[in-house]
């Protein structure tokens, strides 16, 4: 190791990732962006037959508020999951988000790509609007 070209006369003591930690030592805490909880409901929400295909955050503001308008599309093969799409352009508009000092302000399906040969696709983009809470 370079420590101990550079400081042949200390001797460093090395550990294990597991020995880094004492034992009962809870784990840091890794917070989960507003964003990223608003993508896992739209997941659980389209099914396990969607396929994410891109997922975009852009800041956004106007007089009173502030949050962010994201981008997600979704890829759906076959028809079963051509079924569960149909189902997810039905219940997005009324579905009731719950995500922690946020607010969803707009959920709509912006783009619709079809084609039904030589196998059913769909192509789903959703646009949807974050409002901080606070």
Same mark, same amino acid.
């Given at each position: ?6 400081? &042949?006369?200390? $001797?460093?003591?090395?550990?294990? *990732? !597991? ?6 030592? &809870?784990? &840091?805490?890794?917070?989960?962006? $507003? ?5 896992? !409901? ?5 099914? $396990?037959? +969607? ?6 955050? +852009?800041?956004? !503001?106007? /007089? ?22 149909? %189902? ?15 607010? /969803?302000?707009?959920?709509? /399906? /912006?783009?619709?790509? *079809?084609?039904?040969? $030589?196998?059913?696709?769909? %192509? ?9 809470? +606070?």
């Amino acid at each position: 190791m370079w420590l101990d070209r550079l400081f &042949p006369a200390l $001797p460093f003591e090395r550990k294990s *990732q !597991a020995e880094a930690l004492p034992t009962g030592t &809870p784990h &840091p805490r890794v917070r989960i962006s $507003p964003g990223e909880r608003l993508l896992r !409901a739209v997941l659980a929400l389209a099914g $396990p037959e +969607a396929e994410l295909m891109e997922h975009g955050e +852009a800041p956004w !503001a106007s /007089v009173t508020f502030a949050g962010t308008r994201h981008t997600i599309v979704l890829r759906y093969e076959g028809w079963e999951a051509c079924d569960a799409a149909e %189902t997810l352009i039905a219940a997005l508009p009324e579905h009731e988000f719950t995500i922690p000092r946020t607010l /969803v302000a707009d959920a709509a /399906v /912006v783009r619709l790509d *079809q084609k039904l040969l $030589p196998e059913p696709c769909m %192509t789903i983009e959703l646009a949807l609007l974050l409002l901080d809470d +606070a």
